[in-house]
């Protein structure tokens, strides 16, 4: 309870404002008023999603796998009845999902939706720590923006196909919010990568922005929940290690409009199944690019505020493009990358990022739009429907320019100040927690950048 603040949900007296009045134990006006809009929003949702009808598929998948490991049969030969859709997680992730199967359906609809309620509170909470939000105003943003989060279209999908991906964002959140010195930094991403070989990525950052331990302890606990699987499912773990890791057609089509990263776009664009060389340039060009804007803002905490958030957030665009195969509810990264873009409007760095790129970046995850595209399956796509049919991975894109474009002039700068090439590529070190104490203690500095 204390993580979340909920200590201070009641007015109190704030040592660092003066004529901070003392508590009354009364809720704060604002936290009242956030969470009825947050109420409103949720039963809004509720009754849409009842209306609308909630397949939950992903979650059908997750509980057959469970039982197979239960039964001993065959994991990656399982098919789900009905959907002819395989398992394609490691197999310590169907050692996660074992406790599914001791549920019917219905009652695991009721317990994964109230979990990803809990998951996706914890996600804005971690997110806007990341960003640097004042912790006096946190509780009530985490309220209001729990309940509004949900008509997000990758929010809304998890919730839709009963999804992992919010358990996935909540680790790697964990793990980047840690002080550098706690010893089990990369434990979550471990864990995550464990599950999802995608944010594997993450340790490559940690390693590539000087978070050496962290970086070592991500790798180990990746090995040591493989040992796990394959101690369990020794068979089933040789057969994905070795055959069905590589094969994405297990996955699903690339070319679906569902798939937004690069590659599919490309798939659309070229109206091909596969886009051979030219996907696999994009990627590769891309994939490099991004990585080197993360490590570089990761590296950049002197002349960049909020450093190593916006190098955490660029490594999960990173990540999303050049996967084979990003479905638009992997997309759940929207909900730290809004958290970073509101705190940047509101302390003033509107100066130095584009003002419209907040308003586009919501406006983009609430339209829904790839979805009003009228040949969902990909092929034969319009031109005029391209944008929109390809809309993350063109945001995803634009995002990593912008924040590149400001990381070179933020080190033009400093540079030209004579402030030292060599300073500017020490690691970043704890700035979330302590870069709001510094807002708190000096007002002042939200207006500078």
């Not at 690339?254 to 109206?271: E, F, I």
Request: positive net charge; proline residues 6%; charged residues 15%.
């Amino acid at each position: 309870m204390r993580e979340f603040g909920l200590e201070r949900w009641t007015r109190e007296a704030d040592p660092e404002e003066p004529g901070g009045r003392p508590a009354t134990g009364r809720p704060n006006s604002l936290t009242l008023a956030a969470s009825c809009a947050a109420a409103l929003s949720l039963a809004a949702f509720v009754l849409v999603r009842h209306l609308h009808g909630a397949t939950m598929v992903d979650m059908l998948v997750y509980r057959a796998e469970g039982r197979a490991v239960v039964d001993g049969t065959d994991l990656y030969a399982m098919r789900l009845p009905g959907w002819d859709l395989p398992a394609t997680y490691p197999p310590f992730a169907a050692l996660l999902f074992v406790p599914s199967s001791w549920f019917d359906v219905s009652t695991l609809r009721v317990l994964v939706m109230l979990l990803n309620y809990a998951l996706l509170a914890l996600a804005v909470h971690l997110s806007l720590r990341l960003a640097g939000w004042p912790r006096r105003t946190r509780p009530g943003a985490v309220i209001l923006a729990t309940g509004l989060a949900v008509w997000l279209e990758p929010v809304y999908t998890t919730f839709q196909y009963g999804q992992v991906n919010l358990g996935i964002l909540c680790l790697v959140l964990w793990d980047l919010t840690r002080p550098d010195r706690s010893r089990f930094k990369g434990v979550g991403i471990g864990l995550a990568t464990a599950v999802k070989i995608t944010p594997g990525l993450f340790t490559v950052y940690l390693f590539l922005t000087g978070r050496i331990r962290a970086g070592l302890v991500s790798v180990a606990t990746f090995l040591g929940a493989g040992l796990i699987g394959w101690i369990a499912l020794p068979d089933a773990s040789y057969g994905f290690w070795s055959t069905y890791l590589w094969d994405p057609s297990r996955v699903g089509v690339t070319v679906l409009v569902d798939n937004q990263s690069l590659r599919g776009a490309v798939c659309r664009l070229l109206d091909a199944n596969d886009p051979g060389s030219v996907g696999l340039v994009a990627s590769a060009l891309v994939g490099v690019v991004g990585l080197g804007v993360a490590v570089l803002a990761g590296r950049s905490a002197r002349v960049l505020r909020r450093a190593d958030a916006w190098g955490a957030v660029c490594a999960a665009l990173t990540a999303l493009l050049v996967s084979p195969i990003s479905w638009t509810h992997h997309w759940v990264w929207c909900i730290p990358l809004i958290a970073l873009l509101a705190v940047e409007a509101r302390t003033g760095a509107r100066r130095v990022l584009p003002a419209v790129l907040p308003v586009v970046t919501l406006a983009v995850f609430l339209s829904h739009v790839m979805w009003a595209v009228p040949h969902r399956w990909g092929r034969g796509v319009a031109w005029y429907w391209q944008l929109p049919g390809s809309i993350y991975p063109l945001l995803g894109i634009a995002v990593l320019a912008v924040v590149g474009r400001r990381l070179y002039r933020a080190r033009r700068g400093a540079v030209d100040a004579s402030a030292g090439a060599r300073a500017l590529l020490e690691p970043v070190r704890d700035t979330g927690d302590v870069r709001d104490a510094e807002l708190e203690r000096d007002p002042a500095l939200t207006n500078r950048t």
